[in-house]
């Protein structure tokens, strides 16, 4: 996945569940929100991570399978209603036509080939199945050069045209967006970065960052912090 290796996602899975959006009830209830019904026969989450929406979905609607890239990340899954699989999103491990819902929340800029992974999900959803999808994308995509280099670490956050594009093979299709507001960049930094200069460089960034960002991204300094706005947008579509 875009060149981060095991012992990245290895040290990732300590913190992860630190960062601010990762477990945020408004947000996973907001995505949930989007289904057109409350029950699914086989569900599959394209990178589970450590659980944080599949311990909703597993209580709401019912059992579920997960894959993720970290075994050290599906390490932290502990409940009867789901099965953890390390696997590729790349390559699924199922057969043609074997899920009624798929999902997948913030992953597509850490993968390789993102169009790949939309045809692994296509292949393996049921006729008429949903396939719901949420990603941070930039506040407006006509800044989208920006938000890469204001986020660093060599990541292509997808556009809403270019996320609209994947989902060209859909019907009935749905879209919305979630706004995560003043969002701590200390705590998004703290728990997913350890090289000090690397952080800096990232702090240094987003206070040189151009005025519409700001204002897009209702930009506030404080002392020790900086707050944004940061969309996702959130899709659905069937089979």
Not at 74 to 99: C, M, Q, R, W, Y
Not at 187 to 195: E, F, K, P, V
Request: net charge negative; aromatic share 10%.
């Amino acid at each position: 996945m875009k060149g981060y290796s095991e012992n990245y996602w290895a040290n990732r899975a300590v913190q992860y569940n630190k960062i601010s959006w990762v477990k945020n009830e408004d947000f996973i209830d907001a995505f949930l929100q989007m289904l057109p019904q409350k029950s699914f026969d086989s569900i599959l989450e394209v990178g589970i991570g450590t659980g944080a929406v599949a311990n909703k979905v597993s209580e709401i609607i019912g059992p579920l399978t997960g894959i993720d890239i970290s075994k050290e990340m599906i390490a932290k899954i502990n409940h009867p209603g789901i099965t953890p699989i390390v696997a590729n999103a790349h390559n699924l491990p199922f057969e043609d036509s074997s899920f009624e819902l798929i999902y997948m929340r913030n992953v597509i800029h850490y993968i390789d080939d993102p169009a790949m992974a939309f045809s692994e999900i296509y292949r393996c959803l049921k006729p008429n199945g949903c396939f719901l999808f949420s990603q941070v994308v930039p506040p407006d995509d006509s800044i989208s050069e920006e938000y890469d280099w204001l986020i660093g670490r060599d990541i292509h956050y997808p556009t809403q045209g270019e996320i609209i594009q994947l989902f060209s093979k859909y019907s009935s299709i749905n879209q919305g967006s979630f706004i995560l507001k003043n969002q701590s960049i200390m705590n998004w930094l703290n728990n997913t970065c350890n090289d000090k200069t690397q952080k800096q460089n990232t702090i240094d960034r987003h206070r040189r960052t151009s005025n519409e960002y700001k204002s897009l991204a209702n930009f506030k300094e404080t002392e020790d912090d900086i707050l944004v706005n940061i969309k996702h947008l959130m899709m659905i579509g069937n089979k």
